[in-house]
């Protein structure tokens, strides 16, 4: 449920974007504003609910947070310019195609590091 609304936030951000500003602005400075306001609004979902953190920093899990979701950033911009540029694919189709390989990774690492509970982590 957490991937779904972030792609939701993410794509209404980056096609809200993309209508109101049009060639104004390249679409990779839209990819990375929509990805900054995503990250931000969805961050309080994942540690309530989808996550359940109740202890630690919300600064410190936010960070971690964000460092994952910059693996996603960085998929996007080096995928879409491939996809858009050198195919000619529309950018929220290409940005569609990108989104199933970072999915499956930032999951997979949030909840192993970003949102792991420190009372589980073994120590020597």
């Known amino acids: ?52 953190v109740s202890t630690g920093s919300w600064l410190t899990g936010l960070a971690r947070f964000y460092l994952v ?3 996603f950033l960085a998929t996007s911009v080096i995928g879409l310019p491939l996809l858009v540029e050198l195919a000619g694919v529309p950018v929220l ?9 970072s999915t499956v990774l930032a999951y997979t690492i949030n909840r192993s590091w970003a949102f792991r509970d420190p009372a589980k982590v073994k120590r020597w």
Not at 93 to 101: C, G, M, R, T
């Open 1 to 52: 449920m957490g991937g779904v609304m972030t792609v939701a936030v993410y794509f209404g951000l980056l096609a809200l974007g993309l209508l109101i500003l049009e060639d104004r602005v390249p679409y990779l400075f839209l990819v990375v504003v929509s990805h900054l306001l995503a990250v931000a609004t969805v961050y309080p979902w994942y540690r309530l609910v989808v996550f359940r």
């Open 69 to 71: 979701g910059l693996s």
């Open 93 to 101: 189709a290409a940005q569609s195609l990108v989104i199933p390989v």
